[in-house]
Structure formats: structure tokens, C-alpha cells
């Protein structure tokens, strides 16, 4: 049984920052790129993050300079170290692990997420 639980969010003024985690089980961590992504009200949810098994990473443009994916493949962690926070950056956040077979998560499969909210 996959399990992904994220933490980590919430509410921080413009230019904070902020370190989401993501803890998954029931698969073999390190075999799995994973993302993060988030979606914010009325809009896509949209890939904001990844990193292979290999520690490769990319990132959307809108953070790039900003946020960091890393991964702990010993406590099957990856976090997203966000700086420089931005308004535009509210959103829920969501964690995801792609395997040979696709992105774990998708349609109404997605997990609670956890909420980023950045407000002066």
C-alpha cells in the first residue's frame, strides 16, 4: 500500500520561507522520482519540482532561484525548501511519486496536500 503524507505548510508573510516534507512508504523510495506540485485556487495544479532516484532535479520557472527539491532516500523524504515566498505562491502542495507506470497520484486520487499560504 503506497502512503504519501505531506507537511510542512503554512501561513508566511512575502520573502519567508518555508520547508515542506514529504514522507512516502510501501514503495521502494529510491527506485521513484518524485514531485512536488501544488495548485492554487482556480488554477491547474502544475508540476513544481522533481528529482530522479539519482538526485537530478528540475524545476517550473516560476521557482526556479527560489525552491529547492531534495531527497533523504534513507528516510524516504523528499522536501521542497521554499525562499523568497511569494504571494503567487499560495497554494495547496502536493506530493508524488513517479514509478514505470506514471505519476502515483492523479485525478481524484491526490492526498490532502498541505496548504502554503503566503499573505502580508
Same mark, same amino acid.
Given at each position: 500500500q503506497v502512503q504519501i503524507v505531506e507537511s510542512g505548510g503554512g501561513l508566511v508573510q512575502p520573502g519567508g520561507s518555508l520547508r515542506l516534507s514529504c514522507a512516502a512508504s510501501g %514503495?521502494? #523510495? /529510491?527506485s521513484y522520482t518524485m514531485?512536488? #506540485? =501544488?495548485?492554487?485556487? $482556480? =488554477?491547474? =495544479?502544475?508540476?513544481?519540482? $522533481? %528529482? @530522479? $532516484?539519482?538526485?537530478t532535479t528540475?524545476?517550473?520557472?516560476?521557482?526556479?532561484? =527560489? #525552491? @529547492? %527539491?531534495s531527497r533523504d532516500n534513507?528516510? /524516504? @523524504?523528499?522536501?521542497?525548501?521554499? @525562499? /523568497?515566498?511569494k504571494a503567487e505562491d499560495t497554494?495547496?502542495?502536493?506530493?508524488?511519486?513517479?514509478g %514505470?507506470?506514471?505519476?502515483?497520484?492523479?485525478g481524484d486520487s491526490w492526498g490532502q496536500g498541505t496548504q502554503v499560504t503566503v499573505s502580508s
Open positions: %514503495i521502494r #523510495f /529510491s514531485g512536488w #506540485f =501544488r495548485q492554487a485556487p $482556480g =488554477r491547474q =495544479r502544475e508540476l513544481v519540482a $522533481g %528529482i @530522479t $532516484g539519482g538526485g528540475n524545476y517550473a520557472d516560476a521557482v526556479k532561484g =527560489r #525552491f @529547492t %527539491i534513507a528516510k /524516504s @523524504t523528499v522536501y521542497l525548501q521554499m @525562499t /523568497s515566498l497554494a495547496v502542495y502536493y506530493c508524488n511519486a513517479h %514505470i507506470g506514471g505519476w502515483m497520484y492523479n
